[in-house]
Antibody, heavy 118, light 107 residues
Framework: EVQLLESGGGLVQPGGSLRLSCAASGFTFITNVMTWVRQAPGKGLEWVSGISGSGHSTYYADSVKGRFTISRDNSKNTLYLQMNSLRAEDTAVYYC???????????WGKGTTVTVSS | DIQMTQSPSTLSASVGDRVTITCRASQGISSALAWYQQKPGKAPKLLIYKASSLESGVPSRFSGSGSGTEFTLTISSLQPDDFATYYCQQYNSYTWTFGQGTKVEIK
């Protein structure tokens, strides 16, 4: 069964850091583009970041560029999102999602909640 | 950046109704469009990809059409399980943009 399981969310103060992880199973991880998508409370979906299968190419939404870093460890089938300089507006549920080629997202994790508050 | 605009934002309908949601792209995206369904507290679920291809396991009452800048998602006969929020999404060269969502409510 194809599965994605996020972890690492929690409460952090403004300006703080957090690292999210996404453990993948049931598919050949290294061949897939992976992404992070977030959803603020009561709001819509927002794409955050994407990474190629090799990890050599990374992409970011303007709202997180320079503060967030996406990476992957293909030996551990795990995707990461390092989040620095966190702001209140980064409060959201963060989902990892597997992309088909560089296209749509066919498998989603259940999400992990990040709350940025003092 | 490509912007996606959905209409309406909220839609009230009854079981058995035919429902249509529209998504417009700020520039042409060919058929690089997907539709997702999301229920409260749950992850999004892929319904349609490449504008009109039905994801495996999705009921045939869901269909998608369009290309270029204008797209539609149609539910031919709304079922109780279909009350949810629907999002369109464009995918283009390693950037992804979602529409703001359409909430389908019980009338």
């Amino acid at each position: 069964e194809v599965q994605l399981l996020e972890s690492g969310g929690g409460l952090v103060q403004p300006g703080g850091s957090l690292r999210l992880s996404c453990a993948a199973s049931g598919f050949t991880f290294i061949t897939n583009v992976m992404t992070w998508v977030r959803q603020a409370p009561g709001k819509g979906l927002e794409w955050v970041s994407g990474i190629s299968g090799s990890g050599h190419s990374t992409y970011y939404a303007d709202s997180v560029k320079g503060r967030f870093t996406i990476s992957r460890d293909n030996s551990k089938n795990t995707l990461y999102l390092q989040m620095n300089s966190l702001r209140a507006e980064d409060t959201a549920v963060y989902y990892c999602a597997k992309a088909v080629a560089v296209d749509y997202m066919d498998v989603w994790g259940k999400g992990t909640t990040v709350t940025v508050s003092s | 950046d490509i912007q996606m605009t959905q209409s309406p934002s909220t839609l009230s309908a009854s079981v058995g109704d035919r429902v249509t949601i529209t998504c417009r792209a700020s520039q042409g995206i060919s058929s690089a469009l997907a539709w997702y369904q999301q229920k409260p507290g749950k992850a999004p679920k892929l319904l349609i990809y490449k504008a009109s291809s039905l994801e495996s396991g999705v009921p045939s009452r869901f269909s998608g059409s369009g290309s270029g800048t204008e797209f539609t998602l149609t539910i031919s006969s709304l079922q109780p399980d279909d009350f949810a929020t629907y999002y369109c999404q464009q995918y283009n060269s390693y950037t992804w943009t979602f529409g703001q969502g359409t909430k389908v409510e019980i009338k």
